[in-house]
């Protein structure tokens, strides 16, 4: 009596058990074949701001957790020593111009008239020393002075035919004016000159440190009075709009995803919220390197790297952030969007 109980008792169990097995296979919600669902995390992306010169820092205007603004001014190094080279090579630049200016201008007519008398002084000279010669060996010959006389008459004649030719040279390129090789120099110093004051200026602009994009003060890694080099980062940079998750795409799903398909981003954060986004990338090879020999199972199991953007203006999606991403496989076709989606 006892076992027919238990075996009755089995046997009610079971058909209860059936029963709600039916049912919900019956009334579950049929699983959706035109949406796939990925699973990946917001891709942390970062910046290292760095100085491109060395010297000491002066200021650090931010600190960790602000949020900055393109072009927002971060730190400044001490300028002193690039402001003292912007000096000295405007300094520079500016007799350069005039050295060049007064070979383009030529010789003052006052230094040509000034030439002019020099030769007419010259050959007034050396009529002198030519009398002088010939009284002097007309003398010599008669034995009324000593041929040393007559010697240091024609030496001074030499001299002042010399001091003639001299003066008419000097005449014939005043009148010339510089030479065109001279000028071809002045020209080229003239541009040394510019390019190592805008290379002066360069590095004096280069003493403060602007933020290249919109983001947060992740890390400060330095602090004023700290000595930097060149590419020694100051702070990190993290960059939150618009942010990207990363995911993985199976491969039979390949042939339905498209870029710039529109998607929507969930977090377990903001529950019942949507973020909108779309698909930016999606990776040319798997993940791993397929075997020489793969059967259609082991081909449904490589997986590719998507990206889906999403844009980010409340920064209510973080860095690291578990997400869930939804695209619909119909009605979904891929947009063109353009350079700044996100309005940067």
Same mark, same amino acid.
């Not at 190592?196 to 200026?201: C, D, E, G």
């Given at each position: 009596?006892?076992?027919?109980?238990?075996?009755?008792?089995?046997?009610?169990?079971?058909?209860?058990?059936?029963?709600?097995?039916?049912?919900?296979?019956?009334?579950?919600?049929?699983?959706?074949?035109?949406?796939?669902?990925?699973?990946?995390?917001?891709?942390?992306?970062?910046?290292?701001?760095?100085?491109?010169?060395? *010297?000491?820092?002066?200021?650090?205007?931010?600190?960790?957790?602000?949020?900055?603004?393109?072009?927002?001014?971060?730190?400044?190094?001490?300028?002193?020593?690039?402001?003292?080279? /912007?000096?000295?090579?405007?300094?520079?630049?500016?007799?350069?111009?005039?050295?060049?200016?007064?070979?383009?201008?030529?010789?003052?007519?006052?230094?040509? @008239?000034?030439?002019?008398?020099?030769?007419?002084?010259?050959?007034?000279?050396?009529?002198?020393?030519?009398?002088?010669?010939?009284?002097?060996?007309?003398?010599?010959?008669?034995?009324?002075?000593?041929?040393?006389?007559?010697?240091?008459?024609?030496?001074?004649?030499?001299?002042? %035919?010399?001091?003639?030719?001299?003066?008419?040279? $000097? +005449? @014939?390129?005043?009148?010339?004016?510089?030479?065109?090789?001279?000028?071809?120099?002045?020209?080229?110093?003239?541009?040394?000159?510019?390019?190592?004051?805008?290379?002066?200026?360069?590095? +004096?602009?280069?003493?403060?440190?602007?933020?290249?994009?919109?983001?947060?003060?992740?890390? %400060?890694?330095?602090?004023?009075?700290?000595? /930097?080099?060149?590419?020694?980062?100051?702070?990190?940079? $993290?960059?939150?709009?618009?942010?990207?998750? %990363? $995911?993985?795409?199976?491969?039979?799903?390949?042939?339905? /995803?498209?870029? *710039?398909?529109?998607?929507?981003?969930?977090?377990?954060?903001?529950?019942?919220?949507?973020?909108? *986004?779309?698909? *930016?990338?999606?990776?040319?090879?798997?993940?791993?390197t397929p075997k020489t020999v793969e059967t259609t199972e082991l081909r449904t199991e490589l997986v590719y790297r998507v990206r889906v953007y999403a844009c980010n203006p409340e920064h209510r999606l973080r860095l690291?952030?578990?997400?869930?991403?939804?695209?619909?496989?119909?009605?979904?076709?891929?947009?063109?969007?353009?350079?700044?989606?996100?309005?940067?």
């Amino acid at each position: 009596m006892i076992r027919n109980k238990k075996r009755l008792i089995l046997l009610i169990f079971l058909l209860v058990t059936g029963a709600a097995i039916a049912f919900f296979l019956f009334h579950r919600s049929p699983v959706p074949t035109d949406r796939l669902t990925l699973y990946g995390n917001v891709d942390i992306r970062q910046v290292r701001v760095a100085f491109d010169d060395s *010297g000491r820092i002066q200021r650090l205007l931010v600190q960790e957790g602000d949020r900055v603004k393109h072009g927002q001014l971060l730190a400044e190094l001490d300028p002193t020593r690039y402001q003292d080279v /912007v000096d000295r090579d405007t300094a520079l630049l500016s007799a350069q111009k005039q050295v060049l200016a007064r070979l383009l201008a030529g010789s003052r007519p006052e230094e040509i @008239a000034e030439a002019r008398a020099r030769v007419a002084a010259a050959q007034a000279t050396l009529q002198n020393a030519e009398l002088i010669w010939q009284r002097q060996s007309t003398l010599a010959k008669e034995q009324y002075v000593s041929q040393q006389s007559s010697d240091n008459a024609a030496a001074a004649l030499k001299s002042a %035919r010399a001091n003639l030719e001299q003066s008419q040279q $000097a +005449l @014939a390129l005043a009148i010339k004016g510089p030479r065109a090789e001279d000028i071809a120099a002045a020209r080229a110093q003239l541009q040394a000159d510019q390019a190592a004051l805008a290379l002066a200026k360069r590095q +004096l602009h280069d003493t403060k440190l602007y933020a290249p994009a919109d983001g947060v003060i992740q890390d %400060r890694i330095l602090e004023e009075g700290d000595m /930097v080099a060149p590419g020694n980062p100051a702070f990190s940079l $993290a960059l939150d709009n618009p942010v990207w998750v %990363r $995911a993985y795409l199976p491969e039979q799903s390949l042939g339905q /995803v498209r870029l *710039g398909m529109k998607a929507w981003i969930e977090s377990d954060s903001f529950p019942g919220k949507r973020f909108p *986004g779309w698909v *930016g990338f999606i990776s040319p090879t798997a993940e791993f390197t397929p075997k020489t020999v793969e059967t259609t199972e082991l081909r449904t199991e490589l997986v590719y790297r998507v990206r889906v953007y999403a844009c980010n203006p409340e920064h209510r999606l973080r860095l690291g952030m578990p997400v869930t991403v939804q695209i619909a496989l119909s009605n979904n076709p891929p947009q063109t969007l353009s350079a700044h989606p996100c309005g940067e």
